[in-house]
């Protein structure tokens, strides 16, 4: 009774905002639904050209995700991972051109490591990124590599410029750090690389991470390319995106990023304000953009992203996605807070707008709200709506946004499927 009940507040709440009109035409909150159970559809991906093949983890569906039947990858042929190995899927991307679905995982391989540690602090000097290749619709898997980059004697251990596996890091962020195809078939990933101390850093070691402000991390974004080549990945070049620490305390964190219709490439990152350095959260709390105009492979620098007319908004640190719809336009979903945000405070209300492929700023008359603290929230801790997945359906185009709802640093979570009618 209480999930009907907090259905039809959240409903008629969001109903207020759904008919928000821009180039004629609408984006409307169809339905919205709350689960105790996590939805198949999270971080759903489509699998075939022609057909509805979807998978979901370890979950598939061939009817457009009315029904769903549990089917692992078989992983014969594949070499597994050491006992002690840990391989977290975090991400697909489905090449409609090759036929080839691809999952990318974050890895980490130190003995050392509880298993029973769901974020060890090791990770941030021992993650590293593997990925594997399908070609039956994510059936099977061809191949199982970690991603190093072409040529100049890289390897598993230095798979990156200034990447020592051990020493530090580079991983995948949340799930709106999504692989996109571009145009021309270069496939584009989207991480983040911690920063090893350098000479000029006299108050660290040579043993310790660069973190200039005292935050719980700090990192840079890297945009990793890629080509086919028999059905494995050829990586030919990483690009780094380096915020300003005085600027973003926890450097930039979780690219999203996109195609335009310009063939630009748009990356949205999760910034911070908070360290030790501005303990009293003064710096303002952005999301910031870089955009590429060569495929991804050099990067503007880093600015803090606005509306279309130019004004600010605040946004806490946390993830976002952007998602081009079939229709060509772009989306832009995350949390906008009406005040200054204090860190990863607070992820909440979540939003979604478009944005202007021609400014690449988000359309301020755009933004319609789909969830917020309600009432009924009261009393269940801090509420975390930051970890979304999105999906287009096939069939009816309209989107498919799944979160879960978390309360007071994950003790206790539900499920939230919006859909969105675009037309």
Not at 175 to 203: C, E, F, M
Not at 221 to 245: R, T
Not at 341 to 356: F, M, T
Request: aromatic share 10%; proline share 4%.
């Amino acid at each position: 009774m209480k999930t009907v009940i907090n259905c039809i507040i959240i409903l008629g709440y969001v109903l207020m905002f759904q008919q928000k009109v821009y180039g004629q035409q609408k984006v409307k909150i169809v339905d919205y639904k709350i689960s105790a159970k996590q939805p198949e559809f999270y971080n759903a991906i489509y699998t075939s050209t022609k057909g509805n093949d979807l998978r979901s983890r370890n979950l598939i569906s061939a009817d457009n995700g009315l029904s769903w039947i549990e089917k692992a990858t078989n992983t014969k042929g594949i070499a597994l991972p050491p006992k002690y190995g840990r391989r977290v899927p975090v991400t697909s991307v489905y090449d409609t051109n090759q036929n080839l679905f691809v999952t990318f995982f974050n890895a980490l391989d130190n003995p050392n490591v509880s298993s029973k540690i769901a974020e060890p602090k090791e990770a941030l000097k021992d993650y590293y990124i593997r990925y594997r290749v399908s070609n039956d619709n994510g059936k099977s898997w061809l191949s199982d590599e970690p991603i190093v980059i072409q040529g100049n004697n890289y390897s598993g251990k230095n798979p990156l410029p200034l990447v020592t596996v051990g020493e530090n890091a580079y991983y995948l962020g949340d799930t709106g750090s999504r692989a996109i195809i571009t145009s021309n078939g270069t496939i584009l990933l989207p991480a983040q690389k911690t920063v090893k101390a350098s000479q000029k850093d006299n108050k660290l070691n040579k043993n310790q991470l660069y973190n200039p402000n005292g935050g719980y991390t700090y990192t840079e974004a890297i945009i990793l390319q890629g080509s086919w080549e028999n059905q494995k990945i050829i990586w030919k070049n990483v690009s780094a995106i380096k915020g300003d620490p005085n600027k973003t305390t926890r450097g930039l964190i979780e690219p999203t990023i996109v195609e335009l219709s310009n063939g630009y490439i748009l990356s949205i990152m999760r910034g911070s304000n908070g360290g030790d350095k501005d303990k009293s959260f003064l710096l303002p709390s952005y999301k910031w953009m870089s955009y590429s105009s060569d495929n991804g492979k050099a990067w503007s620098q880093p600015e803090p992203w606005t509306y279309n007319d130019g004004t600010n908004f605040y946004s806490p640190s946390s993830m976002s996605i952007l998602y081009k719809h079939t229709n060509g336009r772009v989306f832009w979903i995350g949390n906008i807070n009406e005040n200054n945000s204090k860190g990863a405070q607070n992820r909440y209300p979540l939003v979604i707008g478009e944005v202007d492929q021609k400014s690449m700023k988000l359309i301020k008359s755009s933004v319609i709200l789909l969830d917020d603290l309600k009432t009924t929230d009261k009393g269940k801790g801090e509420l975390d709506l930051g970890h979304v997945t999105i999906i287009e359906d096939k069939n009816t185009k309209e989107l498919i946004i799944v979160y879960p709802r978390i309360f007071g640093n994950s003790k206790q979570r539900e499920w939230a499927t919006i859909r969105l009618s675009v037309k």
